[in-house]
């Protein structure tokens, strides 16, 4: 139909000689569109159909939409649960719901998916964040991150975490002492994960929770309010058209954040280098192996150095260690505090199931003295279940995706993605299809029982993402909250308020998954 009228209108402008290049221009652009929409109705795949320019994402362009609606649609009337094609204005995209299929691109066949399809933020700091790094710079970078969340080193922070909850703790009994019982919890939740990452990362006090106007919790704010009507078409072209956007140096994601916490980073490893000073945490075990990498170096290559404009085989420099740091900030800030807003939440709907997770804690820390250990935590089976129904229910991100770095045959078909295709995989739709969980809605912890979860694929849940690009800082996390959880469940009850909003409405601006009017829920002392 847009090809006849484009047609039609050629015809109608041929009349008048000076329209010529006029309707040369349309007819080519016309064939091209054509031919760029044909790309997955001539593979054979399943998908909507694309408005001209637009493609598929005039719902999220307009905002209409969360983005966890925008791949729900996709996955349970497009085809999403095998494979459905769809298009980012003019760039076909791939969604795959198969578990099947989702092993081969996350875990098998990592070696034609090893890149995710980053944006290019012409931002030094951001454009060396591990999430976004390519190819062999990733691989290196990773491994060298890779032992500083270990479970060993994790291990070693529990004391800090622990002192970090216990001030949570407390900022939670002065509020009620002063009559105050309702609490946005995600704000309450972002202010506890930035103390931890900050004390935990650079042996920085935020202290976030005793000042409403720290720097720390409003520049990691700022960093996910979401951007101004006027700047969403231009964020999307710099996120759906990155090389467009390199060449034109937009960058119109906040700085200022970025900016706050890389001084920060800067700042701290200055101070020890120039007073000698260590310290067990996250920036130091990147410094020291910056460190040895420099040793390597020198030992492979013992002349005075490189010759100017020469190129080493240097991986850790004080940019990409700054990166990292920024990232473990920004990162562990929002989306820990998410699943801690979100795990209030469920539990204030479900007292049967809050009332277990308390009998299971006082029960598990009365065997451990009453200390909240490591090896506490790995005995609360059930709390770890009602995690994992929480991170089902609410991923905080959504999608996770990944770029074909070379050509790839989709097994069983004679489907070939061709290399630089972004293949995504919609965790949310993937957490909610009943082929996986029965009602999928219903809040249910017994779903991750050992017995449960052996009749499922693994890649029927992944919060954290799957395969060798998955959450590096998962298990940090996970204890992380943990702790937080077990600590006020020791002495608070999750109850729900009038502002307790039953279903949560999703904001439809944010690409994480975030509750449009915030989790309201109630806290009252134990009895």
């Known amino acids: 139909m847009l090809c006849h009228a484009a047609a039609l209108l050629a015809d109608m402008l041929w009349d008048f000689p000076s329209a010529i290049p006029l309707t040369i221009a349309i007819l080519l652009a016309a064939l091209y569109l054509h031919r760029t929409y044909a790309f997955w109705e001539n593979r054979g795949v399943p998908g909507p159909k694309p408005l001209w320019v637009l493609g598929n994402v005039y719902p999220r362009l307009r905002a209409s939409v969360s983005l966890a609606a925008f791949d729900q649609e996709m996955y349970e009337r497009h085809g999403g649960r095998w494979m459905c094609g769809y298009y980012e204005f003019t760039k076909p995209c791939l969604m795959v719901g198969d578990v099947q299929l989702l092993k081969h691109v996350m875990v098998k066949d990592f070696d034609h998916f090893t890149d995710r399809s980053f944006v290019t933020f012409n931002e030094p700091v951001m454009d060396h964040m591990l999430l976004g790094l390519k190819g062999g710079?990733?691989?290196?970078?990773?491994?060298?991150?890779?032992?500083?969340?270990?479970?060993?080193?994790?291990?070693?922070?529990?004391?800090?975490?622990?002192?970090?909850?216990?001030?949570?703790?407390?900022?939670?009994?002065?509020?009620?002492?002063?009559?105050?019982?309702?609490?946005?919890?995600?704000?309450?939740?972002?202010?506890?994960?930035?103390?931890?990452?900050?004390?935990?990362?650079?042996?920085?006090?935020?202290?976030?929770?005793?000042?409403?106007?720290?720097?720390?919790?409003?520049?990691?704010?700022?960093?996910?309010?979401?951007?101004?009507?006027?700047?969403?078409?231009?964020?999307?072209?710099?996120?759906?058209?990155?090389?467009?956007?390199?060449?034109?140096?937009?960058?119109?994601?906040?700085?200022?954040?970025?900016?706050?916490?890389?001084?920060?980073?800067?700042?701290?490893?200055?101070y020890r280098q120039e007073n000698n000073l260590r310290r067990s945490d996250f920036l130091q075990l990147l410094l020291d192996a910056q460190l040895q990498e420099q040793t390597n170096n020198n030992k492979s290559c013992p002349s005075p150095g490189p010759a100017p404009g020469k190129m080493t085989n240097q991986v850790l420099t004080d940019l990409v260690i700054t990166a990292q740091c920024v990232l473990f900030y920004i990162a562990g800030y929002d989306t820990t505090a998410t699943t801690l807003s979100f795990l209030s939440y469920c539990l204030a709907l479900h007292p049967d199931v809050q009332q277990r997770c308390m009998t299971e804690i006082d029960t598990v820390l009365e065997r451990h003295d009453g200390q909240v250990t490591y090896e506490a935590l790995t005995e609360m089976t059930y709390l770890d279940m009602v995690f994992a129904e929480t991170l089902r229910l609410y991923p905080p991100a959504p999608r996770v995706d990944r770029t074909v770095t070379k050509d790839y045959r989709v097994p069983g078909t004679d489907i070939t993605l061709p290399a630089g295709l972004k293949v995504i995989i919609s965790i949310y739709s993937i957490h909610r299809d009943p082929r996986h969980y029965p009602n999928p809605t219903h809040f249910d912890p017994e779903r991750f029982s050992p017995e449960n979860k052996a009749t499922r694929s693994p890649m029927a849940y992944m919060p954290f993402g799957s395969g060798p690009r998955n959450c590096i800082g998962m298990r940090f996390a996970l204890m992380e909250a943990k702790i937080a959880a077990v600590c006020l469940l020791q002495e608070f009850a999750f109850i729900p308020s009038k502002r307790t909003q039953v279903p949560i409405k999703l904001e439809k601006r944010s690409g994480l998954l975030k509750a449009e009017d915030g989790v309201w829920v109630r806290l009252a002392k134990r009895s």
């Open 137 to 270: 710079m990733w691989k290196a970078v990773r491994s060298v991150m890779t032992p500083t969340f270990s479970s060993g080193k994790v291990k070693h922070t529990l004391q800090l975490v622990k002192d970090c909850a216990k001030n949570l703790v407390t900022y939670f009994n002065k509020e009620l002492d002063k009559g105050s019982s309702v609490f946005e919890m995600k704000e309450v939740y972002g202010m506890f994960t930035m103390d931890t990452i900050a004390s935990i990362a650079f042996g920085v006090s935020s202290d976030t929770l005793n000042n409403t106007e720290n720097e720390f919790s409003a520049a990691a704010a700022r960093f996910f309010s979401p951007a101004p009507k006027w700047k969403r078409p231009f964020i999307f072209l710099q996120f759906l058209k990155p090389h467009i956007a390199k060449r034109l140096h937009l960058n119109f994601i906040d700085r200022t954040p970025i900016h706050f916490f890389s001084k920060v980073v800067t700042d701290t490893m200055k």
